[in-house]
């Protein structure tokens, strides 16, 4: 069965960190490029980052970049996303999907794709103190 398992997710203090994973079953993560997304009820899904196949290029939101990294694990079949000193707009369900025909924009979103391929359930991040 194909598909992506999201895991990680929680309660953290503002200024904390968590990691999300991304796990794939069914099928080689290490070829296909992923995106991590966010979605707060009532808003649209926003573009956290991706990474691309082979290269391992990664890609983020202007609004993120140095907060959060996204990485792979080939051995694992997972991709990660690495999340620091998050803040109160951070909260949401994140979400990993992978992408077919990737390509960066210079504006946000700047992953975008011809298609989207699997999506995972999505895990709960919560920032609170």
């Known amino acids: 069965q194909v598909q992506l398992v999201e895991s990680g997710g929680g309660l953290v203090q503002p200024g904390g960190s968590l990691r999300l994973s991304c796990a794939a079953s069914g099928f080689n993560l290490a070829y296909y490029a992923v995106g991590w997304f966010r979605q707060v009820p009532g808003k649209e899904r926003e573009g956290v980052g991706c990474i691309a196949a082979p290269d391992d290029s990664t890609y983020y939101a202007d609004s993120l970049k140095g907060r959060f990294t996204i990485s792979r694990d080939n051995m694992k079949n997972t991709v990660y996303l690495q999340m620091s000193n998050l803040k109160s707009e951070d909260p949401a369900v994140y979400y990993c999907?992978?992408?077919?025909?990737?390509?960066?924009?210079?504006?946000?979103?700047?992953?975008?794709?011809?298609?989207?391929?699997?999506w995972g359930q999505g895990t709960q991040v919560t920032v609170a103190s």
């Open positions: 999907a992978t992408l077919r025909g990737l390509y960066i924009a210079t504006t946000d979103p700047v992953c975008r794709a011809r298609e989207f391929g699997s």
